[in-house]
């Protein structure tokens, strides 16, 4: 995994290159919610993204292929603990 950062329509996003395909972070979670970070990536792989879970000792990453990435609309939650893309 190499992690960058890259511009797109006025926002910073956070982005990283994994075996020869480009992933944006769709949302980050802290370890107590790992099941959200699960069900998140799971209801984005149903929608037919490719979906990436990465895992770290202060979080877990949900992470969509960047082609796809105009479908899925990076927020902040509305209610703590869920998946805002969900």
């Not at 926002?11 to 290159?17: P, Q």
């Not at 993204?49 to 960047?66: N, P, R």
């Amino acid at each position: 995994m190499k992690p960058f950062t890259f511009y797109f329509d006025g926002s910073f996003y956070k982005g990283m290159n994994h075996q020869g395909r480009l992933y944006k972070l769709v949302e980050a979670f802290i370890p107590a919610q790992r099941s959200t970070a699960f069900v998140c990536a799971c209801k984005l792989a149903t929608q037919g993204l490719q979906t990436i879970i990465t895992a770290s000792d202060k979080s877990y990453g949900v992470w969509t292929d960047l082609r796809f990435a105009s479908h899925v609309a990076v927020e902040q939650p509305e209610v703590e603990g869920s998946c805002a893309m969900c």
